[in-house]
């Protein structure tokens, strides 16, 4: 069964917009659906044995987030369709059901956490990122982080991201429906940076661009991210998308059940190269789990199962998976044990990694 789904890196699941949702879709390809699953177990098993937990525990947690996505899966079998497309977990709501099981502690830092989500948005942004020089706001000059496009030597190799800001603007309009279309009208580029890219992105290129609206308190900024063939390509085909960046915005917007209204592509004229556009902030936070107790990591396992079996229900047949699943425990036990033995080899690699900077055979800034 092949259904679209997305390599996850770890735990899967982000709150947008005061919402249960999936998130990082760099590497989304169509593909087998318990693939999916086995990451998002091996995510728990290793966050488990980061926290310290023993093997009991972190065997508890990763069957109980598969146990979560099997029991889900066979709720969401037995929806309509609509029904499964506009299902969603608002945090709100969420916080309240689990009210009586949180400490006084939880609940707290759980409303503090809504208010935090909802608070970053491109005002918020244009305060850390923007400073205000003869009455307008430009982006603020922070390297290697943030470099503005101004401070660039003329013979920067970054033609084509200049492009997007200008000559290809019109191409990343174009991808969006009319009525988010119209909306982006109501915005002018102002100004543009170069930014620097999370861990798994490194050696791609990203900016960001700043628009304003009726006026300078009135920003919007936009992430101009690359995109290339996904990493998966090699084992299941190329994507049916031709545009890299497309198959990254389709993938999500088939996926998550809000998803950022300005999500779009384009394409650098100079060198090819494939770009997806998104919101910068745009109301979204991620759960804190370096800090996560034991009885918070099952609770977000809970969320995490039911989440991935939301976005996999949207987008392929749920009662053939539910189906394929069962009632009984024995495909949770399967795929702990897979988790195990994945994390395992995550220990190895890590070993490995170690070794080769201690040899001197892989240069390493240690103080970076």
Not at 45 to 56: D, L, Y
Not at 188 to 214: F, H, N
């Amino acid at each position: 069964m092949a259904i679209f789904f997305h390599y996850v890196k770890s735990l899967d699941a982000e709150i947008r917009q005061g919402r249960m949702d999936e998130d990082d879709f760099d590497e989304t390809l169509t593909g087998p659906w318990e693939w999916d699953v086995k990451r998002l177990a091996t995510s728990f098993t290793i966050a488990s044995q980061h926290r310290g937990f023993g093997e009991p525990t972190a065997r508890r947690i990763t069957t109980e987030v598969v146990r979560h996505y099997r029991e889900s899966m066979a709720e969401f079998a037995a929806k309509r369709t609509l029904d499964v497309w506009y299902a969603s977990l608002p945090l709100d709501e969420l916080l309240t059901l689990m009210r009586p099981q949180l400490s006084r502690e939880e609940r707290k830092a759980g409303e503090r956490f809504v208010r935090k989500t909802r608070s970053r948005d491109s005002l918020r942004a244009l305060s850390k990122l923007a400073e205000k020089v003869d009455d307008s706001y430009r982006i603020r000059s922070d390297p290697p982080l943030l470099v503005p496009w101004r401070d660039l030597p003329s013979d920067q190799p970054f033609a084509d991201l200049d492009e997007v800001f200008h000559q290809s603007f019109d191409e990343y309009r174009a991808t969006l429906p009319d009525a988010r279309r119209l909306l982006l009208d109501r915005f002018r580029p102002v100004d543009m940076a170069l930014k620097v890219v999370g861990v798994g992105s490194v050696g791609t290129r990203c900016a960001i661009i700043l628009l304003e609206g009726r006026d300078d308190d009135d920003p919007l900024f936009l992430q101009v991210k690359e995109a290339g063939p996904s990493v998966l390509e090699k084992f299941l085909g190329a994507s049916q998308y031709e545009h890299s960046g497309q198959r990254v915005v389709e993938g999500q917007r088939l996926m998550q059940a809000s998803s950022d209204i300005f999500l779009g592509w384009a394409r650098g004229l100079a060198t090819e190269r494939d770009y997806y556009v998104r919101q910068l902030h745009d109301m979204k936070g991620s759960a804190d789990v370096e800090r996560a107790g034991e009885p918070g990591l099952r609770r977000y396992a809970h969320l995490c199962g039911w989440t991935l079996a939301r976005a996999h229900a949207r987008t392929g047949d749920a009662s053939a998976i539910a189906g394929y699943l069962g009632s009984s425990p024995r495909f949770d036990e399967a795929v702990a044990t897979f988790a195990e033995r994945y994390a395992e080899q995550n220990g190895r690699d890590y070993e490995a990694f170690v070794t080769a900077i201690d040899s001197g055979r892989l240069a390493a800034d240690r103080d970076g």
